[in-house]
C-alpha cells in the first residue's frame, strides 16, 4: 500500500528558533499533500493544501509567514515552523493523496511529527 | 464551508457489545466519508469509508450507513473488543477542486473487558 514517512517525529526546540518537517511520499507520487496540527485529545485540524510547484494554500487562521511550506518535488513537501514558540507544541501530520485518477482519493497519513517548543 | 459534528465525544462498551458513533455534515455536495481510527501518538488509519452513491458498506465487524438526505452517516462496530479501543473519527469530503477532508472532532472508545 502507500506509504507516507515523515521526519523527525519528535523534536524539541528552544523558543525562538525554526523546525524543518519533512513529508515523504515512499511509493507513489503525490501532486497534493496536506499539512494537519492535532493539539492534545482534539481533532486534526487542517493548516495547508500543498500543491506541488505551485505555492501552498493556508486555511483561515495559518499565519503562511510562519508556517513556510514547500512541495519542491512529486514525493517531498516540507513544513518549516519559524520562530517557534511554546503555543506551537502540537502534534504535526501530513497526508498525501495519489496523483490523478479518480474523485476519491483517499489520503495516506504520515506517523506525525511531536514538536515541543520549550 | 464543510462542517462535520461528531457524537458522542465518549463511548465505553463491554466487551462483545456494539458501538454506534454519527456524524452529522453539511455540504450537500460532499460525495465521499471515511473513518480513521487513531490509537495514541499514532496516525490515522482509515478503517472503511463510504462514498455518497452508496448507502451503507460493511467490513467484518465494521460497517457504516449513509442517509444523503438527512446528511448524516453512521459507524457500527459489533462485537467489540479491547483492541477496538482508541479514537474515531469521521471525516467528509468537500467538494471543489481542493477536494480536501473536514474531520468531526474525534470520538474516545472505550471497550471494557
Known amino acids: 500500500g502507500a506509504v507516507v514517512s515523515q521526519h523527525p517525529s519528535r523534536v524539541i526546540c528552544k523558543s525562538g528558533t525554526s523546525v524543518k518537517i519533512e513529508c515523504r511520499s515512499l511509493d507513489f507520487q503525490a501532486t497534493t499533500m496536506f499539512w494537519y496540527r492535532q493539539f492534545p485529545k482534539q481533532s486534526l485540524m487542517l493548516m495547508a493544501t500543498s500543491n506541488e510547484g505551485s505555492k501552498a494554500t493556508y486555511e483561515q487562521g495559518v499565519e503562511k509567514d510562519k508556517f513556510l511550506i514547500n512541495h519542491a518535488s512529486l514525493t517531498l513537501s516540507t513544513l518549516t515552523v519559524t520562530s517557534a514558540h511554546p503555543e506551537d507544541s502540537s502534534f504535526y501530520i501530513c497526508s498525501a493523496r495519489l496523483s490523478g485518477g479518480l474523485t476519491y482519493n483517499e489520503q495516506f497519513f504520515g506517523p506525525g511529527t511531536r514538536l515541543t517548543v520549550l | 464551508g464543510e462542517n462535520v459534528e461528531q457524537h458522542p465525544s465518549t463511548l465505553s462498551v463491554q466487551e462483545g457489545d456494539s458501538a454506534v458513533i454519527k456524524c452529522t455534515y453539511s455540504d450537500s455536495a460532499s460525495n465521499y466519508f471515511p473513518w480513521y481510527k487513531q490509537e495514541l501518538g499514532k496516525r490515522p488509519q482509515l478503517i472503511i469509508d463510504?462514498?455518497?452513491?452508496?448507502g451503507e458498506k460493511k467490513d467484518q465487524r465494521i460497517a457504516v450507513t449513509l442517509n444523503k438526505t438527512a446528511k448524516h452517516f453512521s459507524l457500527h462496530i459489533t462485537e467489540t473488543q479491547p483492541e477496538d479501543s482508541a479514537v474515531y473519527f469521521c471525516a467528509a469530503k468537500t467538494s471543489g477542486s481542493a477536494r480536501q477532508l473536514t474531520f468531526g472532532s474525534g470520538t474516545q472508545l472505550t471497550v471494557l473487558p
Open positions: 463510504i462514498r455518497s452513491n452508496v
